[in-house]
């Protein structure tokens, strides 16, 4: 697949060389023989049209791919400037060459010396490295951009895992907690096995997406019923959510776990216990979630909010916008559909 894209791609390159390649030729052409000859068409006939056609598009089309080289392996100089300079200079020496060695040939196959218009002939090579010289630098600019976006997007795909990293044995770590304080306070057997149930669910959803791009909210939305189910316990039923337009999910999609982030930020930030219970919500829209809380701050507390900002950049990096709002008493996250 990857060497027909490849096959494709040098088609394409192909083609539009060969159509610009003509383009020029024909506004050139046109441009020289008003300037010499003040009008488009100074041919007697159809026969001498065709003649000049053939020997001024051949030698433009040689130039063309000569220069072409030129511009684009030419590295003796990194410098722009000297670059330019350097291509310049060959271009004199080259097209110098191919005039001589045009010329010979083109006399010995004429049986007479024929005339080159060597001014003519330098001001169509000139254009023709200008345009290479043009097509050359922002070629490398958006080739420089794309090298950017793609190390970005390796970046803050190391850094997402990184976090996923931190945050799963943390999780796993508090969950052993919750077990280990449910059998030693003697719960009863099916309170043990709900939550080990619950677990089990919440790390084999874990396992599922560990190398996925997006996730489908439908199956986000049920891993953090476990998920949540598991915090209830965790705060002695002091912590619940509610989910609501759930039925009218479709098969949008999200960042796999940025929901997760979301709730236990909840946990995280807010101070949770029977005198200020928490009751928060999910609500599914038309393009996006919202994930609100209310906000019951904790005393000290010193957070880097990164969970917050890798999946901003992670959207971002989407072209989706994923924004917070906090008004004093509520705190909401609007999540973004990735599809």
Known sequence: MAQEKQETKRWKIALV?????????????????????????????????????????????????????????NRIFKSTALKIISDFAFSILIVAAFNILYLLILSAIMGHWVYLDWAGTFLNDFMILLINEVVFYVYNFNRKAEEVERKHAQMLQYQYDALKAQVNPHFLFNSLNILYSLVEIEAGKEKVCDFTMKLSQIYRYIMSQQDCASARVHDELEFIKSYVDVLRIRYHECFDLTIQGFDNVREHTVIPYCIQLLVENITKHNVIRKDSPMHASITVLDDHIEVSNPIFPKSTLSSSKIGLRYITQLYSHHGKDFKCVNDGKTFTAIVPFLY
């Open 17 to 73: 060389f060969i159509l610009g390649v003509m383009g020029y030729y024909v506004w050139f052409q046109s441009f020289y023989n008003i300037l010499a000859e003040k009008t488009i068409y100074p041919y007697s006939s159809i026969a001498e049209m065709l003649k000049y056609v053939g020997l001024n598009l051949s030698s433009i089309a040689i130039m063309s791919v000569l220069l072409t080289m030129l511009v684009f392996k």
